[in-house]
């Protein structure tokens, strides 16, 4: 697997051990030293694979930078961040970032966690299949989300997430086969997270009066009937 990552971090020595690691496994990497200027590549450049952002900086703070990607893109985000709490990483989830590492890290971990990012988002648009629910529509060939013709802002993991509930239909899906379907099953994540993911996407769907989800209690969630 290879593709294009920015890191952005005003540490210079997190970001030469991140460069050098995502470097070893095969890929591009573009570096910023704050959120402001990975503001300006972001809006300058649309291709990037993945951002990797440091939550605190002094500039810009990370939660900021992503408020701004989402408004422009799908493009994953993986948050570093020296604050560790519950409260910080499901404040991070919820504002667009598909996944959360606490400093000090292992750079192989992060690498697998960038690649099984990279992988649940590239699974999500693997056939040209066409999803619809009422007005919404979810388009997995172009990985495009739409509410009468409106883009619908969500993240990867969100797209994969409303992706196999759509095309469960009436199915249920336990919380352990949504993690399945939209991470992989190599990827280790609670429960909880798939909550926070469902609740935020559910609050995207609320502001055009849809409510595609329903929550079965004590297993998981299904598609609402139309």
Do not use: W
Not at 8 to 21: F, H, T
């Amino acid at each position: 697997m290879n593709g294009r990552i920015l890191v952005v971090d005003d540490e210079p020595r997190i970001r030469e051990v991140v460069e050098y690691a995502l470097g070893q496994v095969g890929f591009s990497v573009t570096s910023a030293a704050g959120g402001l200027e990975a503001v300006s590549l972001i809006e300058g450049d649309d291709t990037f694979d993945l951002i990797v952002l440091d939550v605190l900086m002094p500039d810009l703070d990370g939660l900021e930078v992503c408020r701004r990607v989402r408004k422009r893109t799908t493009t994953p985000v993986i948050f570093l961040s020296s604050r560790g709490e519950e409260t910080d990483r499901i404040v991070g989830l919820e504002l667009g970032g598909d996944d959360y590492v606490c400093k000090p890290f292992s750079p192989r971990e992060l690498c697998a966690r960038v690649r099984s990012v990279l992988r649940r988002a590239n699974d999500a648009r693997p056939t040209p299949t066409l999803l619809t629910f009422g007005p919404l529509s979810v388009d997995t060939r172009r990985h495009v989300a739409e509410v009468a013709g409106t883009p619908l802002e969500i993240t990867a993991t969100e797209f994969g997430l409303l992706t196999a509930i759509l095309e469960a239909g009436g199915e249920v899906l336990s919380r352990r086969q949504l993690i399945n379907r939209a991470y992989g099953r190599e990827h280790h994540v609670s429960e909880r997270t798939i909550d926070t993911h469902v609740k935020r996407l559910r609050r995207k769907l609320a502001a055009f009066a849809l409510d595609p989800i329903v929550t079965v209690t004590g297993i998981g969630y299904r598609c609402a009937d139309l």
